[in-house]
């Protein structure tokens, strides 16, 4: 079986990636910062959460070692941080400039390689952190990549849905086109290197996308034909798409992410579906050295499960889907629909619930606080008044009464369907060099009136490069289309 032991909640936007070492877990998130915990109690480090990077942090992954970490962002570069220290080791700035959507090492830490929303692939030299190669991918955006376990090949998977195969020297020696319909979400090699009937290597390769499939597929390398890969597996019944996958350390299990509830027919083995997350599932982790699974969501989470022994024996695949509400949100209780202001006592109750704020829920009950005190309290009253003696949790409780007084009032339109700058709808959402998604036509219009700069963080934009944010449409159609 497989059971949820903790959920972590340090991030103030979606998660983007979680990634284990042998003794860290990592994740990262669109609010610019990466978290570091100990893997053995999931305790935040004392640097963590470490900041260096000027707009979302959309990938993290660790060395072999586990000394090292490298993120990647929106503001064009991959950094190297000490997991010693958590200093900055390097700051790797992408060719051209470009947001950068994924980075990856090679199992020996050799090499790293990074992808950019304008199609570029960078391949670094770890060891003296200098730019080896470079590659591209016309009129397309990198989001997915993975070294073979012999780290002397790697593959890319686009928005495009093509998935390529390059050596170190950027040869590019297979393309399979198509191989997700609407575009790739995320690839990864299982670590072990297999053999052919004929004798020849073999690597087996996960990969999931905007088409609702998770593939499953045999690379092969003949001496003499060149490159050879076919889909082995291709699991359908998906409602939705699947936003990532990873492989356990013994390529004996493989995890995905989804946006709705999920079902694995015959060709695999389904061996547990996960809905604890309150929004779309975008990140998920195997720990190499235990049986622990990390996954990340839009609801600002990271949830760790323990898997218990005999899971997967003879292999099998679990689905950590997210339970999405027709709100496209978190689960719609009574106090949300409101005014923070014409809450009742009992909508304050549940909303420290909510807030993971138990501790306090007795001293607000005892005082009567309803919505109009909630957002009059400060650091002093709750001292001098509720008697709450510990600061880490008055500074607890103000952080959530801040998030609170900014968050927008709900209409019943999820407030990350609206653009904001028209506060309307999206039809066509792109994601800009902010990392924020907008409707194409009216970020296009800003940009040509107000000199490159944000519309969210006034600051300037360092590309005009617009992504198309297929996941965020294909929400937004099957969220209208219910109402």
């Not at 990592?26 to 935040?44: G, H, L, N, Q």
């Not at 170190?168 to 393309?175: C, E, I, R, V």
């Not at 969210?456 to 992504?467: A, G, I, Y």
Request: hydrophobic share 35%; with cysteine; glycine share 8%.
């Amino acid at each position: 079986m497989v059971s949820l032991i903790c959920t972590l909640q340090s991030h103030r936007d979606d998660v983007n990636c979680c990634a284990f070492s042998g003794a860290l877990l990592a994740t990262c998130s669109a609010d610019k910062s990466i978290c570091v915990y100990s893997a053995r109690d999931f305790s935040e480090l004392s640097f963590s959460p470490l900041s260096g990077h000027g707009y979302g942090v959309h990938c993290c992954c660790f060395s072999a070692c586990g000394q090292y970490l490298a993120s990647c962002s929106t503001d064009a570069t991959t950094v190297v941080w000490s997991m010693d220290s958590g200093e900055i080791e390097a700051v790797l700035e992408h060719p051209g400039r470009s947001p950068v959507r994924v980075c990856a090492f090679s199992p020996d830490s050799s090499y790293l390689v990074s992808g950019g929303s304008d199609g570029t692939i960078a391949l670094w030299d770890f060891t003296s952190r200098t730019l080896r190669r470079t590659g591209a991918v016309s009129d397309t955006s990198i989001v997915a990549c993975s070294f073979t376990p012999c780290s002397q090949l790697f593959i890319t998977g686009s928005t495009y849905g093509d998935l390529r195969l390059w050596d170190l020297n950027m040869n590019h020696l297979h393309a399979e086109k198509n191989a997700h319909d609407l575009g790739v979400s995320c690839c990864q090699f299982a670590p072990q290197i297999m053999k052919g009937t004929d004798g020849c290597v073999q690597f087996r390769l996960a990969s999931c996308g905007q088409d609702s499939l998770l593939k499953i597929w045999i690379v092969s390398l003949l001496s003499a034909a060149g490159i050879k890969m076919q889909l082995a597996h291709s699991l359908t019944g998906q409602s939705a798409p699947v936003l990532s996958c990873a492989y356990s350390a013994d390529g004996q299990m493989l995890v995905s992410g989804s946006v709705m509830h999920t079902h694995i027919p015959n060709e695999g083995t389904l061996l547990y579906t996960l809905n604890q997350h309150d929004r779309y599932v975008t990140a998920c982790a195997f720990s190499p050295t235990a049986p622990l699974i990390a996954t990340g969501s839009m609801d600002k989470t990271v949830n760790i499960w323990r898997v218990e022994d005999g899971c997967g024996a003879q292999g099998g695949f679990l689905n950590e889907a997210a339970s999405v509400s027709n709100s496209g949100g978190r689960k719609s209780t009574g106090h949300s629909r409101l005014m923070v202001s014409e809450w009742s006592e009992e909508d304050v109750l549940a909303w420290l619930r909510e807030e993971g704020l138990e501790a306090v829920t007795d001293v607000f009950k005892s005082n009567n606080i309803d919505g109009e005190e909630l957002l009059s309290l400060t650091k002093e009253t709750l001292s001098s008044e509720l008697h709450i003696e510990s600061l880490g949790l008055r500074s607890k409780v103000m952080k959530k009464i801040e998030e609170l007084k900014m968050a927008p009032v709900s209409n019943g339109t999820p407030d990350e369907y609206l653009c904001p700058i028209t506060r309307e709808i999206m039809k066509d959402p792109v994601i800009a060099a902010d990392g924020y998604s907008y409707e194409r036509e009216a970020i296009e219009s800003w940009i040509n009136t107000k000199s490159r700069t944000s519309p969210m963080t006034n600051l300037p934009l360092q590309t005009t490069l617009l992504t198309p944010n297929r996941t965020l449409k294909m929400a937004i159609l099957r969220w209208t289309t219910c109402q």
